[in-house]
């Protein structure tokens, strides 16, 4: 085995481990754990609506980058073997009727409320944050090993269906002469998110305070510093709220499903 093999054997093993504390009840952000490999936002809904968001998410794919459905009634997905994405993310949030119900760190007892559950797993963001600290820039929330701050926005995705939103977009403060780079960067991770959707001027965004993120935490921001915003994969639970969705389960922002895949796979 060549030295880049072992590499990625060594990523993916721990990709596995920490979805295997997750398993075991630790609840933690994910940003910057398993360094390399992607990491994905999660909802999954009842059959029924299942269709209305694969069409949302079409419609929408700069907040939406689908990379994997699963079949019907089952929490599997190849992008991690053996994992189960009941238990492997840290913390999972139960929407009633497009109302937060309940937090919890095990989604099993959730998900058995229907058999027909239809598992959506979308690119993430923290997957192209490994980039941009091998290229020397800061990713703010990981240096202050806080969550990464996020906030809902005056624009309105593109309905489908029974559903309806306003889309979600994260927030990295950025040097203003590596702002271009950054974008750069990012811009090679398309099924992730992708380039930044907007730079500076959070008011035009609908955003009045930074300090006070709708999602996450707040981060300091420094002298010479320009805040970045990317889409977000809270977008579908943002359509939750709006769209008054009878059931649904999501990842709690922040706390992401790790998988087996590298974050190379969707450098273009």
């Keep these: 085995m060549n030295a880049f093999?072992?590499?990625r054997q060594?990523?993916?093993?721990?990709?596995?481990?920490?979805?295997g504390t997750y398993r075991n009840g630790l609840v933690s952000p994910t940003a910057g754990i398993a360094p390399g490999m992607t990491q994905a936002n999660l909802i999954a809904l009842p059959r029924d609506w299942a269709y209305d968001f694969l069409l949302y998410a079409q419609r929408n794919p700069k907040a939406c980058p689908i990379l994997d459905v699963s079949d019907a009634g089952s929490p599997i997905t190849l992008l991690a073997e053996g994992a189960d994405l009941r238990t492997d993310i840290p913390m999972y949030r139960i929407w009633r009727d497009g109302t937060l119900a309940e937090?919890?760190?095990?989604a099993t007892q959730a998900w058995a409320e229907h058999d027909d559950m239809v598992a959506f797993?979308?690119?993430?963001?923290?997957?192209?944050?490994?980039?941009?600290?091998?290229?020397?820039?800061e990713v703010r929330h990981i240096t202050e090993g806080c969550n990464v701050p996020m906030?809902?926005?005056?624009?309105?995705?593109?309905?489908?269906?029974?559903?309806?939103?306003?889309?979600?977009?994260?927030?990295?403060?950025i040097p203003a002469d590596r702002v271009a780079e950054a974008s750069s960067i990012s811009g090679r991770y398309p099924s992730v998110h992708g380039a930044p959707v907007h730079i500076g001027e959070p008011g035009r965004l609908g955003i009045n305070d930074l300090?006070?993120?709708?999602?996450?935490?707040?981060?300091?921001i420094k002298p010479g510093e320009v805040p970045v915003f990317w889409a977000c994969g809270v977008t579908p639970q943002a359509a939750v709220m709006a769209s008054g969705v009878?059931?649904?389960i999501?990842?709690?922002?922040?706390h992401m499903f790790i998988t087996d895949v590298p974050d190379s796979t969707y450098h273009v």
Excluded: K
Aim: charged share 25%; hydrophobic share 35%.
């Design 211 to 220: 300090s006070r993120p709708d999602f996450g935490d707040a981060v300091s």
């Design 103 to 106: 937090e919890v760190s095990d």
């Design 121 to 137: 797993l979308i690119g993430c963001s923290f997957t192209f944050e490994t980039p941009l600290q091998e290229a020397g820039i």
């Design 10 to 19: 060594s990523a993916i093993a721990a990709a596995r481990e920490a979805r």
């Design 246 to 248: 009878p059931f649904a």
């Design 5 to 7: 093999d072992r590499a």
């Design 250 to 254: 999501t990842h709690s922002p922040g």
């Design 151 to 173: 906030y809902r926005t005056n624009r309105a995705c593109r309905p489908a269906g029974r559903l309806q939103g306003e889309m979600v977009v994260s927030m990295r403060p």
